[in-house]
């Protein structure tokens, strides 16, 4: 062959054929035919997104400033956040596979105490703890599939092929949490049960997948739902407002929260202040540990700033992906709040998708130690707080007569 170029054409999938064509000798090192396509299409990122979105998972897709794709999506009653990296289809620059899918419900401490203490299989943890699936079980393998789609050997998207093996792994995960039970001996009694018939360990330590045990109602008035004369709604001062919304802000790459101090009246929850988790909290992708020793400072010193000291109402915590229901150890935490305060108490879910969102519930104990949340109206601002005394600062009087 005389001819000094080098033609060669790849086809894949659907696309029109690329031609790429290199100098014979102007590169003494031409790179394999597979990156020059995966470096010149950049319509695949569309198409997995497409089909994403056509997929209709329950949940809303986001986009984030630097192009990165997050779907949450549900396998009976697991939670997952499936993550695809700007990059793709080239690996992370971290050599990773620019796709990843994340447990975010039950957590993998709950899960393994659903299996007797045992990791759950298939499962590993990044850089920040954040638990999630390598997809490397049984007959699937996430980095074959990442190649032969990267050759052009499959026709249907990546997100797909992820999407089923998930849902494989659940099935698995199901049947080995059941035969864990039934292991210890309880096959024969009467246990309660999530929606999707996965077995609940009755310790509230391992108070996981929780959509059996965990019931939600929509009490909001805007949407005409039936009120909970308990909680009709919840009224946030501007101050506390903000304090969630920079705290939100400052950690929006990984799960934040905080506790509510205010005053209620007449159904009305007034939250007047609210805290950040403390200077030795440990923040996470999926997850937050606030510093107890700073919280319970911290609001200590709040509440007695105000004429009328302000009592604790609850807490707030940053959801990942765009979730709006609670974890398992969100329920046992909402739980023991709830108890304690004795009439229950309020939580709030923090999300971004894009756009700052607040969900708020009002959170009370069943007969069987179930958790009943409520979910509430909201509003904003110090003009819908009526008795301004809630919002009074303490004077050096107020102060004296306390102590006296």
Known sequence: MNDDRLIVTIHTRNLSPETVQWERGACSDPQPVTEVWRRQDTELLEREK?????????FPLRVTAQRDIQ???????????????????????????????YLVLPELRELSGLLGGKRPWDIRCDASGSAYLACEQGRFSLAQEYVRFCAGRTERPLSEKV??????????????????RRKKGRCGTEQPVSRSG????????????????????????????????????????????????????????????GLFLGHFENGVWYVIEASDPGINAK????????????ENHVCGVISRTYKHPLVFLGMWHRHPGSLDTFSGTDDVTNRK?????????ISAIVNYDPDFRLTFYYVEQGRH?????????????DDKIKNKEMMRIATAADVDRRQD
């Open 50 to 58: 497409d089909y994403l979105l056509a997929a209709n998972l329950g």
């Open 283 to 294: 923040f996470y992708n999926a997850y937050h540990e606030g510093d107890d020793v700073y």
């Open 163 to 180: 999407l089923f093996h998930v849902r494989q792994w659940v099935k698995g995960i199901r049947c080995a949490i059941e035969s864990h």
């Open 369 to 381: 130690g179930d958790v009943y949340y409520t979910r509430v109206d909201v509003e904003v601002g």
């Open 71 to 101: 779907q949450p999506f549900q396998v009976d009653s697991f939670t997952f956040l499936l993550t695809i990296h700007h990059s793709f289809p080239r690996r992370t620059p971290e050599q990773e596979l620019p796709i990843r899918v």
């Open 198 to 257: 996965v077995w609940i360990e009755e310790d509230p330590a391992v108070y996981s997948l929780t959509a059996g045990r965990a019931k939600y109602t929509d009490g909001r008035l805007s949407a005409g739902c039936p009120e909970n004369r308990k909680c009709r709604r919840v009224v946030l001062s501007d101050r506390a407002y903000i304090q969630i919304y920079n705290e939100s802000k400052a950690r929006i790459g990984t799960e934040t929260g």
């Open 337 to 345: 709040y709830a108890v304690s305060a004795g009439n229950g108490c």
